[in-house]
């Protein structure tokens, strides 16, 4: 296994640190974890974008919100078709669903959603929503 870090500084970044982001890679399997808004230019150069298959939030805040739907519109961008898998707080459902509608996304992939809460599987769903 090995663990590396993108960003080291939290929402607010600085010239030398970038926002929060990790990747677990864990027999090639790669797991980004707690990741903040612009984590795809940490990303260039430094891991493959379609070996990331699991995403995980720990936390609610609008810079990991923010950078995952527009990780998973990026991905849509690109043509994945594979689906993605998101862990999230239990709450994050409603953050999604609003965020879908409101800004009228779609994306070519499968979002699946695992909400959490603590060590619990609250429950889980597939969103497929195809341009």
Known sequence: M???ILGSSSAL??????PSAHVLNAHERLFLIDCGEGTQMQMRNRIRFGKIN???ISHLHGDHIFWTLRTAFDFSLMGRKIPL???????YDQILKSHLLDFDIHLSLRLILFL?????LLKSWMINISV
């Open 13 to 18: 970044p600085t010239s030398e640190r970038y």
């Open 85 to 91: 898998h998101l862990y999230a707080p239990g709450k």
């Open 116 to 120: 959490l809460q603590g060590k619990i």
């Open 54 to 56: 699991h995403i995980f």
């Open 2 to 4: 090995k663990l590396t």
